[in-house]
């Protein structure tokens, strides 16, 4: 029985997430003695997943115009059961989350979202899950034959590991998907919160729109995604694709940068997974602080002028 892998992929390019759960994948199918399967959809260059230790990668083309969360689920479905996978591994993003339940259900599998370890057995097959919103951990023993995994972003990593794989490709029976996307608003930042590994974020701190042109200078030179606090949203300052949080979109960037916001429970619930979490805010009370790995105690208008140069200065070097 082999581990099925689901690379995820945006306009035929992969996802971040994609190496990084065919590199959970090859060590699963490491510790269960098997080998691992990837599958892309409308994906990337299959070879690419070679280096993260895809022996296979089944390729599906289809014309699907946009993520179809049942139409996706049909199709790993059917993968697993064409290549006799009985474990399935798919990561936790908002898409991830989405599918995975339904190739559990068809599956009946047992289904273990937000997982950020390795198995810690497999025998009985426990894995360790984020749990509490990021306040605490699950350890959860799958006990059905089938098994589904949701890989937590930046959890594991991608680790390269080339080998030399071989790609196949599968043609997927559609099923009939109910709905039928008729347009599509794009975010326009120039880099996605759900894909960026630095994130500059900013609140009600920064008094208005007019004061954002610095956030975005300082996003531009860290390659960062901007993000904003639900009222800054709410008070239409920023767009609401940019509303990170609880009731936002959540964060696991490698870097968040949080400007003149005070760390409401609500908005640490969706931001807390970041690796760094660097505050900068002129109440040193601020709430935030306690969950900072960096704070900087300052006015914002201030602070944020110099970072810029600094930077600037560093890059120059
Ligand atoms: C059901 C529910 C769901 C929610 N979901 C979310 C969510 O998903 N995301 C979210 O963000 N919020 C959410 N909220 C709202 C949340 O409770 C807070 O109200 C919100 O996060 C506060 O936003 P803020 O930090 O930008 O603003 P404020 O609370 O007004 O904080 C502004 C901060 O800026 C600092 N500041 C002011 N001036 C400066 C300066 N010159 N320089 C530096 N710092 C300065 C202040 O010290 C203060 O700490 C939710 C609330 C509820 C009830």
Known sequence: MSVLVFADSSERKFKKTAYEVVSYGKKVAEQLGTNVIALTINGGDASELYAYGAEKVIEVKNDLSSFNAKAYASIINQVAKNQSSNTVIIDSSIDGLTVAPLVAVSLEAGYASNVVELPNSTSPFVVKRKAFSNKGFNNTEIISENKVIGVAKNSYGAHENAVSGSTESFDATMPDLGVNSVSI????????????????SAGRGLKGPENWGMVEELAD????????????????WRPHSEHVGQTGKPVASNLYIAIGISGAIQHLAGVNASKV?????????????????????????????????????????
């Not at 009370?285 to 002028?305: L, M, N, Q, R, S």
């Open 277 to 317: 979490k660097v505050v900068i805010n002129n109440d040193p009370e601020a709430p935030f602080f306690k969950a900072a790995d960096y704070g900087i105690v300052g006015d914002a208008f201030e602070v944020i002028p110099q970072l810029i140069e600094k930077l600037k200065a560093f890059k120059q070097a």
């Open 185 to 200: 608003d794009k975010a326009t930042g120039k880099v996605t919160i759900s894909d960026a590994d630095v994130v500059v």
């Open 221 to 236: 030179i860290l390659g960062a995604a901007t993000a904003c606090s639900k009222p800054v949203s709410d008070l239409g």
